[in-house]
């Protein structure tokens, strides 16, 4: 790499050594991050925006390269643009992972999302297969690439902008997109109206797959700190979370289903508790949320109008406005007048 500055040489040397450094930084930042939505501080967004910034370079960067190379008549290397897009990757990745990890229903579809961001992040530190089996894949690189840059928007948009869960879906969704079209025009012929056809059917198709699957996306900037299934509510506090109810305790009083959720500073968001028996949704009920409180703001629904048998598995499935999954309550229902109740 000739006409280099030894500064850069030294710093391509010291990545190219010790890859893993970018991924340690970028899973500290993101657990710093977590810590501070947690605690309400607003340092958690100035590290979201600068998160955000370098991806407006990755985004833009062959603009910044050719206008570096207007100015100071040096070209930057190819490898160290690698490294950089690299570097980005894995810092993305760890930041976000600390979110969707908590927030995640393990026992959902969500699984499967997170599981695919812990590969991506694996991949993106071990050098052979970044570099000599991702890279060389222009479809696949550019999908790692948008999977990425969607999951960075998902979480950094409520925190920096305030947005809903629901609006910064929908967002990320439409860059990811737009994004999705070089990967698609690489693997796709485009020399006729046909081949145009095809790929902007394609991109709809995408499209239509991440809004149906939303449910399998964890919302990344809400989750869950108390919940209870409980026959008693007072002062806002509830009684002891059951795992198993009669039939008789639901007739008397009904039920209460508690949550308190986590959510950004300034963010006021609409969630519902679905009420399901037996796989089927029997009652759902709408609940506004604001964020700001540490210990999560507390909403609950009260039930009292149950079926006729009602003996069978419920669950209470806690949604966003858009149906992503922030958390599911399950209890039991028997017939029999004393039940035993773990907590």
Same mark, same amino acid.
């Given at each position: 790499?000739?006409?280099?500055?030894?500064?850069?040489?030294?710093? +391509?040397?010291?990545?190219?050594?010790?890859?893993?450094?970018?991924?340690?930084?970028g899973f500290i930042s993101g657990v710093g991050s977590f810590i501070l939505v947690d605690r309400q501080q607003?340092?958690?967004?100035?590290?979201?925006?600068?998160?955000?910034?370098?991806?407006?370079?990755?985004?833009?960067?062959?603009?910044?390269? @050719?206008?570096?190379?207007?100015?100071?008549?040096?070209?930057?290397?190819?490898?160290?643009?690698?490294?950089?897009?690299?570097?980005? $990757?894995?810092?993305?990745?760890?930041?976000?992972?600390?979110? *969707?990890?908590?927030?995640?229903?393990?026992?959902? /579809?969500?699984?499967?999302?997170?599981?695919?961001?812990?590969?991506?992040?694996?991949?993106?530190?071990?050098?052979?297969? %970044?570099?000599?089996?991702?890279?060389?894949?222009?479809?696949?690189?550019?999908?790692? $690439?948008?999977?990425?840059?969607?999951?960075?928007?998902?979480?950094?948009?409520?925190?920096?902008?305030?947005?809903?869960?629901?609006?910064?879906?929908?967002?990320?969704? /439409?860059?990811?997109?737009?994004?999705?079209?070089?990967?698609?025009?690489?693997?796709?012929?485009?020399?006729?109206?046909?081949?145009?056809?095809?790929?902007?059917?394609?991109?709809?198709?995408?499209?239509?797959?991440?809004?149906?699957?939303?449910?399998?996306?964890?919302?990344?900037?809400?989750?869950?700190?108390?919940?209870?299934?409980?026959? @008693?509510?007072?002062?806002?506090?509830?009684?002891?979370?059951?795992? @198993?109810?009669?039939?008789?305790?639901?007739?008397?009083?009904?039920? %209460?289903?508690?949550?308190?959720?986590?959510?950004?500073?300034?963010?006021?968001?609409?969630?519902? $508790?679905?009420?399901?028996?037996?796989? @089927?949704?029997?009652?759902?009920?709408?609940?506004? +949320?604001?964020?700001?409180?540490?210990?999560?703001?507390?909403?609950?629904? $009260?039930?009292?109008? *149950?079926?006729?048998?009602?003996?069978?598995?419920?669950?209470?499935?806690?949604?966003?406005?858009? /149906?992503?999954?922030?958390?599911?309550?399950?209890?039991?229902?028997?017939?029999?007048?004393?039940?035993?109740?773990?907590?």
């Amino acid at each position: 790499m000739p006409n280099l500055p030894p500064l850069i040489l030294r710093v +391509i040397e010291l990545i190219k050594r010790y890859p893993g450094v970018i991924a340690l930084g970028g899973f500290i930042s993101g657990v710093g991050s977590f810590i501070l939505v947690d605690r309400q501080q607003g340092m958690a967004s100035w590290i979201a925006v600068i998160m955000l910034v370098s991806w407006l370079w990755l985004m833009l960067e062959n603009s910044f390269t @050719q206008l570096f190379t207007k100015l100071f008549n040096r070209e930057i290397p190819e490898p160290l643009l690698r490294y950089a897009t690299q570097m980005i $990757h894995q810092e993305s990745l760890f930041f976000v992972l600390p979110f *969707f990890f908590v927030t995640t229903a393990w026992n959902s /579809g969500q699984s499967v999302f997170t599981g695919l961001l812990g590969a991506a992040a694996l991949v993106s530190i071990i050098d052979p297969l %970044y570099y000599k089996w991702l890279a060389p894949k222009r479809s696949l690189f550019l999908a790692l $690439h948008t999977l990425t840059l969607f999951a960075a928007l998902l979480t950094a948009l409520p925190i920096i902008l305030h947005l809903t869960t629901a609006e910064s879906y929908k967002l990320a969704l /439409g860059v990811a997109m737009a994004l999705s079209i070089p990967s698609l025009a690489v693997s796709l012929p485009l020399r006729s109206v046909k081949g145009w056809a095809m790929l902007l059917g394609v991109t709809a198709a995408i499209g239509c797959a991440g809004w149906l699957l939303r449910s399998w996306v964890p919302p990344a900037t809400l989750w869950m700190t108390e919940v209870a299934i409980s026959t @008693q509510l007072q002062d806002r506090t509830p009684g002891d979370d059951l795992k @198993q109810v009669s039939a008789a305790q639901l007739r008397s009083g009904g039920l %209460y289903a508690y949550t308190a959720i986590n959510a950004p500073r300034g963010l006021d968001e609409r969630i519902y $508790h679905v009420w399901k028996f037996n796989g @089927q949704e029997v009652d759902r009920i709408a609940l506004d +949320i604001h964020g700001g409180r540490k210990e999560g703001y507390r909403a609950w629904t $009260h039930k009292q109008n *149950f079926p006729p048998d009602s003996v069978g598995r419920w669950q209470v499935r806690v949604l966003t406005e858009d /149906g992503q999954v922030i958390g599911v309550l399950r209890f039991n229902v028997t017939d029999s007048a004393q039940t035993d109740n773990p907590k």
